[in-house]
């Protein structure tokens, strides 16, 4: 099958393979579109199953980074890439080296950053061999803590207001006593449950290793449930924070929650089921709008700019939220079309 024909290709400008022998490196970059600036985006190293599931992947989040970077008014395009690989077992320096030489050999169109399986630590050895990658350094955090260039503190506070936003336009309600479904407990998913907990919320929890399920339990009093029942668990809220489609033909009727609001990018598995959710009164936070916390934080940093503009912008993802949600209302569309026409009026045009 052509690249131009694959199910998951959106008009993307530019597609690259990367594989470095010695060091054990295959890579993929994906450049969406870049009509407000240059692409900037995480890169993911995961153990997928085969060259085609991590094409589709890396197709599919650069661009929702477009989306993204376009509902969080910056000026930057989308775009992603991704490593096959086991970060837990087969990731070295060598091969972050070589990732290094493969973003810069781009000549600035694609910026990397952190994702999973990427710290900040990766990014640094990526960064002796180019000059596009960003959050390896920090000059503030938005709550005013010590930096050190994980965006993932600011994804899951700006996880954290979207979810009360939609908390609040659905359910008329703050936190205190609320149920919220949280699938994966990495970076993100962790910090979100942390400050659910500190709000009053009550947690359910799964993720793939013991470990994280283990703290959820000791701090926050959170219930454990095992991966695949965690979206069909009796919750105000489903906060998928894994990988994406997590909505799918096999989950959507099991959902019990009125809200679904998580930091996963991609959760609909295919653009239909941003209409079932909407046929279902299930209140849904377009993904790459609620998880733009990173992105905005990575933005700031590589500008003049402070702690409280940085927490003042995120902030603002609860607003553009409720903007959503009062528009899909008024035009009887999913909140995911609303989001998609706002965010592809800004990208398209490049302003």
Known sequence: MSLFEHKAYNQHEHVAFFQHKSSGLKAIIAIHNTNLG???GGCRMWPYSSSEEALTDVLRLSKGMSY???????KLGGGKSVIIGDPRKGKTDDMMLAMGDFVQSLGGKYICAEDSGISVD?????????????????????????????????????VFVGLKAAVRYKLNSDLRGITVAIQGLGHVGYRLAEHLHHEGAKLIVTDI??????????????????????????????????????????????????VIAGAANNQLAEDHHGDRLKDKGILYAPDYVINAGGVIDIYHQRMESSADNLRQHIEGIGDTLTDIFVRSAEENKATSSVANKMAEERFLSGC
């Open 68 to 74: 993204k970077a376009a509902m969080a008014n910056l």
């Open 122 to 158: 990766n990014l640094k050895v990526m960064a002796r061999r180019t000059d596009y990658a960003s959050g390896t350094e920090a000059k503030f955090r938005y709550d005013g803590g010590p930096a050190d260039g994980n965006p993932a503190p600011s994804t899951a506070y700006g």
């Open 38 to 40: 240059p692409s900037l």
């Open 209 to 258: 290793f013991p470990d994280n399920l283990d703290k959820a339990v000791e701090q926050f009093g959170a219930k454990v449930v095992k991966p695949g029942e965690i979206h069909a668990v009796q919750a105000d809220v489903f906060a998928p924070c894994a990988l994406g489609a997590a909505i799918n033909d096999d989950s959507i009727d099991n959902i019990k929650a009125g």
